[in-house]
């Protein structure tokens, strides 16, 4: 008798650690996460909140963001994109918005077009999106959700604007690009990553 409410005590005991040890280490994974921008922002978000379902996802806006953990504090007047001879393409922090309604199609070379913004991490917890203007349009942040029995948090993402708050999902961790891309800014305006730019 006294065997078994021992082996029970341990093994409560074992499990108790067990689930301690697995409580810290889902802590220190979540700290690591949002330490990370790169990992945090990089990616596909939709407004889509069942974005399983094709079909509301085709109604829905997509916001694609790259961001690099190289290139966080650019400066955007001096944006090098590409080396044509070395054939080296510069990695460098962008988004694009595709709304429904947008066919992004270029009748005079008969291609899809995506237009690629600037954006920026502001150091704190937030991606800056940019206009043409290299003006704030909005941003992407984050809000961590309460902890489960396992110490795991879910990262609820906001797209805040000047005219409201919008509950966005992250369903890739890769950024997409459909077509050829041009990037709109005040310092760089040009067909993106080829060799045709015109700098301001």
């Not at 005590?9 to 108790?16: D, E, G, N, Y």
């Not at 988004?95 to 954006?119: A, Q, S, V």
């Amino acid at each position: 008798m006294y065997d078994i409410i021992i082996f029970i005590l341990v093994l409560t005991a074992a499990l108790m650690l067990c689930l301690m040890h697995t409580r810290a280490d889902n802590a220190k994974v979540f700290d690591a996460q949002i330490k990370n921008p790169e990992g945090l922002f990089n990616g596909t978000f939709t407004d889509v909140r069942d974005w399983k379902d094709e079909l509301k996802l085709i109604k829905g806006d997509d916001i694609c963001v790259s961001v690099s953990n190289k290139n966080l504090n650019y400066d955007e007047k001096n944006l090098i994109f590409t080396n044509t001879e070395k054939k080296i393409d510069e990695n460098f922090n962008c988004y694009f918005i595709r709304h429904p309604e947008d066919t992004m199609y270029d009748e005079k070379t008969g291609e899809l077009e995506t237009t690629w913004y600037l954006c920026k991490y502001d150091g704190v917890g937030s991606i800056l999106l940019l206009d043409e203007n290299n003006e704030e349009l909005g941003r992407i942040t984050f809000v961590p959700g309460k902890e489960n029995w396992l110490g795991k948090r879910e990262l609820k993402y906001y797209l805040i604007t000047k005219d409201k708050k919008t509950r966005i999902y992250k369903r890739a961790d890769s950024a997409y690009n459909a077509g050829t891309a041009y990037l709109k800014s005040k310092y760089y305006k040009g067909v993106y990553p080829l060799d045709e730019s015109d700098t301001d």
